[in-house]
């Protein structure tokens, strides 16, 4: 079992940065591959970014390929989504997901454990 608890949403006008964070409490967290996904309003929750177990292995989707990384540091049971270059459309709901997968997956129903998200706001 282990529990996820994001920070750092907010309000942020266009072409600005945040920086996510996704704290893990609970079992090793190097066992667990994460993720992040996002949900706007009336859309199904969708694949942001994942990272490997190590952190040697990163992928993210291409609507945020460039401006978005995701990294961990397993020393603090914590993983990282710097945003960068915000746009409107990224307005949403961002969840932290863990998978006990080496690698995670790019489908939230893979995910075994979901934090209870952080809103994020773009305004244009």
């Known amino acids: 079992q282990v529990q996820l608890v994001e920070s750092g949403g907010g309000l942020v006008q266009a072409g600005g940065s945040l920086r996510l964070s996704c704290a893990a409490s609970?079992?090793?967290?190097?066992?667990?591959?994460m993720g992040w996904f996002r949900q706007a309003p009336g859309k199904e929750r969708e694949f942001v970014a994942r990272?490997?177990?190590?952190?040697?292995?990163?992928w993210h989707a291409d609507s945020v390929k460039g401006r978005f990384t995701i990294s961990r540091e397993n020393a603090k049971n914590t993983v990282y989504l710097q945003m960068n270059s915000l746009k409107p459309e990224d307005t949403a709901v961002y969840y932290c997901?863990?998978?006990?997968?080496?690698?995670?997956?790019?489908?939230?129903?893979?995910?075994?454990?979901w934090g209870k998200g952080t809103l994020v706001t773009v305004s244009s």
């Open positions: 990272i490997s177990r190590s952190g040697g292995s990163t």
């Open positions: 997901a863990a998978d006990m997968s080496t690698y995670g997956s790019s489908r939230p129903d893979d995910m075994d454990y």
């Open positions: 609970g079992r090793t967290f190097s066992s667990y591959a």
